[in-house]
DNA sequence: TTTCTTGTGTAACATATGTTACCGACGCCC
DNA sequence: GGGCGTCGGTAACATATGTTACACAAGAAA
């Protein structure tokens, strides 16, 4: 565990050590899941390697893509729920092979006053889930459906560094809160439009694709 | 001030001191700014008296409705802002008149590992404000515009605590992120149905209202 | 091979919301 | 009173998105 927790969190040398001591290393494969709604929460993760997207349902069991987390993240809304003792509000689920460091929750609030590099990564943490989260507010309320998926895809690609994205439309569709046809004929389209093809499960994004 | 902090934030009094000492008593207007897109934020904002509220803007310049502050809480975004010193990518105005004490960002850091009562403060500010941002991407994502027009209506009751809401179908359509012509539309649906009366920059919501 | 499941393409239609235009009502100020 | 700006009502239309239904293709399973 060493080397990972070193090479990206940039914490000070004793965390590192408690984080040995206490962390508990986790993996998970495709489509597994970190946390779910309703199931209280007794540690955080720091994402070591790989991405796990976190969701939100409503009451009618509509289910919406929040954001992604890929290395030296974590998922700051768990830490306040760690705190409080509360039932998680969303659902953490792997993208890909994914490796966590689980942090229990009684140390979360023990380092906060004991290592700076602690704390500066937690207020750091808040404030990146903030803006996400602003962001998907921001792409919900003000972008149309075509602009959502174009940013979609290329958030996919960033993540798996591949031009070659693995998903069905239904996933897509999930995703983005709307149905299969929609996305099915959005993605039409674009590639009319030349800026990607489709295969079965599967869209290259071509060059130009951002334009 | 004394009374006023002692009240509602159930902080210790050792922390209290300390506000008294160098917390600002500041008072708004309905209207007045007190942050704003692209500016500084030197100090976190106690709400004592009053509502505000805050909004995002996108590039193009549409703007939403995020949520209202009142009574001892706390802008939470703005403490993260603080103390990275970033600019402000939301924008905070009074909603009648406000009393809020200011707190200088240099404290913020400062109090959180000195005052227990004030850690508690900040964390559960933080999951407050969380919940608020994804009760509005719920909204904003699933709910038609005239479920989320009668929300809104409602907070302002709640609010305001009255059932006569002041407001023009144009401010109304600002906060909701649409045009005027649609909330008239929907509004006018409304009476129709017997929940609300209209009169000029006033809504009076009818008892049932809430069914 | 056949069968079954899943994914995709497409049409036709329903609905919600956005847009433009125009009119009249209200309140304010002179 | 008369002029003026803001506000609200309404129609007509444009567009984006949701919905249903059905056909076919690709791959898995039998």
Chains 1, 2 share one sequence.
């Not at 929040?66 to 509000?89: G, R």
């Not at 075509?146 to 993540?159: P, Q």
């Amino acid at each position: 565990m060493d080397e990972s927790v070193n090479l990206a969190f940039q914490f000070e040398p004793a965390l590192i050590e408690e984080i040995e001591a206490f962390g508990e290393l986790r993996s998970f494969k495709d489509g597994e899941l970190i946390m779910d709604y309703g199931k209280y929460i007794r540690m955080m993760p720091l994402v070591v390697k790989g991405t796990l997207k976190v969701l939100k349902k409503d009451d009618n069991g509509n289910e919406i893509l929040l954001y992604y987390l890929s290395s030296s993240e974590t998922c700051s809304m768990a830490y306040s729920c760690c705190l409080e003792e509360k039932k998680s509000v969303v659902k953490a689920i792997a993208e890909g092979d994914l490796q966590i460091i689980a942090i229990p929750h009684n140390k979360l609030d023990e380092w906060l006053c004991k290592y700076p590099s602690w704390k500066n990564y937690i207020m750091r943490s808040f404030n990146e889930r903030f803006s996400e989260l602003l962001k998907s507010i921001e792409s919900i309320a003000f972008h149309k459906l075509d602009d959502r998926l174009i940013a979609y895809l290329k958030e996919k690609k960033r993540l798996s560094g591949s031009s070659l994205v693995k998903a069905s439309h239904y996933q897509i569709a999930d995703e983005l809160a709307t149905s299969r046809v929609v996305i099915s004929r959005l993605l039409k389209i674009l590639e009319n439009n030349g800026k990607i093809l489709l295969y079965r499960n599967e869209i290259k994004l071509l060059q130009g694709f951002d334009a």
